[in-house]
C-alpha cells in the first residue's frame, strides 16, 4: 500500500486558513504539559464561579473537538464533512451519574439522535456509553459476580430495558449502534447485556456493535469464544476495535487492590494485541462487522494491506474507520477520498457538560507526545503549501 497519509491539501480541504491556524495554535498549546494544567484548573474554576468564559471556550477548543451545543447545531459540520465523504457519529457526551433521572435522560437523547440521524446517510451509526444507561456501582457490582439486592435487581431491570428500548429502534430504523467500552471492573456485565442485544438484533446483520479494548490481554480469547457462541446461536457479531482510554486507571487500581493489571506489558504488546483482533475479524467478515476506532497510522496501514490482500472492496459495508472530530484528519479524510468508509464521532452537548471530554482529549494529546507531534507537523506542512 503507497503512503496515502501525507496528502494535507486532502486532509485539511474543509479548513479555511483561519481554521488551520486555529488548529496549529490548538495544538501547539495543548503539547505544553504545564499549560494543559493550569488551563485545565483555571477552565474548572472558571465555569464552577459562573464567569463568562464560554464564548471563549466555544471559539476555542469546543468548535475544534465539538459539533455544536445540539444535534440541530452539528448539521453544518456534518454536512460538510460528508461533501467530502466523510460521515459522522453523533456523539452526546454525557459523563457517569450517581442517580437515575440523568439516565432517563440519556435514553431520551439517544432515541432523539436514533430519529434524528434515521435516512440521513451522512450520519450511520448512533452511540452511547453503558453508564449513561446504568449506575457504574451497578454493572460493578454484577460484573464482580457479588449477588444484587432485590432493589438493584429492579434498578438492573431498568438498564437492561433502556439498553432494549434503543437496540429495538436501531433496529427497526436500520440504524447501526455503537456501544462504548469503559473500565474493566464494570465491562464484564456491559459486555454480557450487549450479547443479549447482539443475539435479538444482529440475526442478519451487525446492528448492535460492542467495544473491543485491545489493550486487554484478555481480549483475544474473549472475541473467539463470543464468535463460538455467535456461530452457535447463529446471530453476527459488531465490534468496534479501539485500544482503550482508561490505561492508567486500570494500572493504577491493579497495583492498590494487589491483582494483574488487565493491560498489556507494553505499547507493543497492544499494538500486536489490536493488530490480531482486527486480522481475526477479516478472516471472519462473514460473521463478524468492524469498526476500527484508531489514529494510528500503522494499525490504519496494516487493515488496508489485509482488504487488499483479501480482495475486499474499499466500501465493504461490513468495514468501517472511526476517528475523533478534530483530530487526525489526515487520515479520516485521505481515506475517504480514496472510497473507504469512514465516520468521526462528533460529540455534542452544552459547553459545560462536555468540558470532561475536552479536558480529556487536551490531556491525551499531551501524554500520548506522538500524536501532538504528528498533527502539528502536518498542520505546519499545510501551512507551508498555503503559503500563510
Ligand atoms: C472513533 C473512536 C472511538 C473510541 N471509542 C472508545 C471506547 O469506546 N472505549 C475506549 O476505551 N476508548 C475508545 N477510544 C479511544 C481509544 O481507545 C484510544 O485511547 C485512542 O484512540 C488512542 O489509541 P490509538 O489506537 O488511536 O493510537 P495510539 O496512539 O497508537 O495508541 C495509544 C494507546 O495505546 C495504549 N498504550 C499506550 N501506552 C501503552 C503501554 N505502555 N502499555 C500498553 N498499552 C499502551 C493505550 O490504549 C493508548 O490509549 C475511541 C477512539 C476512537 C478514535
Redesign the pocket.
Known amino acids: 500500500m503507497k503512503p496515502i497519509f501525507e496528502d494535507t491539501a486532502t486532509a485539511f480541504s474543509l479548513k479555511s486558513d483561519s481554521e488551520l491556524e486555529r488548529a496549529y495554535f490548538l495544538f501547539k498549546m495543548i503539547a505544553n504539559e504545564p499549560l494543559v494544567r493550569i488551563g485545565t484548573a483555571m477552565t474548572n474554576f472558571a465555569i464552577k464561579a459562573k464567569l463568562p468564559v464560554e464564548g471563549l471556550i466555544r471559539a476555542t477548543v469546543f468548535d475544534h473537538f465539538c459539533g455544536g451545543v445540539n444535534e440541530e447545531d452539528c448539521m453544518p459540520v456534518v454536512d460538510k464533512m460528508y461533501t467530502k465523504g466523510v460521515c459522522s ?1 453523533l456523539d452526546y457526551s454525557v459523563e457517569g451519574t450517581d442517580t437515575e433521572d440523568p439516565l432517563d435522560d440519556t435514553l431520551q437523547k439517544v432515541l432523539h439522535v436514533l430519529d434524528f440521524v434515521k435516512e440521513k446517510d451522512a450520519i450511520p451509526f448512533a452511540v452511547f456509553k453503558p453508564t449513561g444507561y446504568g449506575r457504574f456501582a451497578l454493572f460493578q457490582k454484577l460484573s464482580s459476580g457479588e449477588p444484587l439486592t432485590d432493589a438493584e435487581q429492579k434498578e438492573w431491570e431498568r438498564v437492561v430495558a433502556r439498553f432494549d428500548k434503543t437496540c429495538k429502534k436501531a433496529y427497526d430504523l436500520d440504524v447501526a449502534l455503537l456501544i ?3 473500565e474493566s471492573w464494570m465491562q464484564g456485565a456491559a459486555d454480557t447485556l450487549v450479547e443479549q442485544m447482539m443475539r435479538k438484533y444482529n440475526k442478519k446483520k451487525a446492528v448492535v456493535f460492542n ?1 473491543l ?1 485491545m ?1 486487554r490481554w484478555d481480549r483475544m480469547a474473549y472475541l473467539k469464544e463470543l464468535h463460538e457462541r455467535a456461530k452457535a446461536a447463529d446471530f453476527k457479531i459488531g465490534m ?1 476495535v ?6 492508567e486507571k486500570e494500572n493504577e487500581r491493579a497495583a492498590e487492590k494487589g491483582y494483574k493489571t488487565p ?5 507493543k ?3 500486536a494485541n ?1 493488530e490480531t483482533a482486527v486480522a481475526y475479524i477479516i478472516e471472519n467478515l462473514d460473521a463478524i462487522s468492524l ?1 476500527a ?4 497510522e500503522e ?1 490504519t496501514y496494516a487493515l488496508l494491506n489485509l482488504m487488499q490482500s483479501n480482495s475486499i472492496a474499499n466500501d465493504d459495508a461490513r468495514i468501517w474507520f ?3 472530530y478534530g483530530m487526525s484528519e489526515h487520515i479520516s479524510f485521505n481515506l475517504a477520498a480514496k472510497g473507504y468508509n469512514v465516520a ?2 462528533l460529540p455534542f452537548g452544552p459547553v459545560k457538560d462536555v468540558m470532561p471530554y475536552l479536558i480529556r482529549r487536551a490531556e ?1 494529546n499531551t501524554s ?1 507526545a ?2 501532538t507531534t504528528r498533527e502539528l507537523s502536518l498542520l505546519k506542512k499545510e501551512r507551508k503549501r498555503r503559503k500563510i
Do not use: P, W
Request: charge should be negative; charged fraction near 25%; aromatic fraction near 14%.
Open positions: 457519529v462504548d467500552g469503559e467495544t479494548q489493550y468496534k479501539v485500544r482503550g482510554a482508561y490505561m493491560i498489556c506489558a507494553s505499547k504488546e497492544t499494538d489490536f469498526f476506532g484508531t489514529h494510528n494499525s472511526g476517528q475523533l468521526k464521532y491525551e500520548v506522538g500524536q
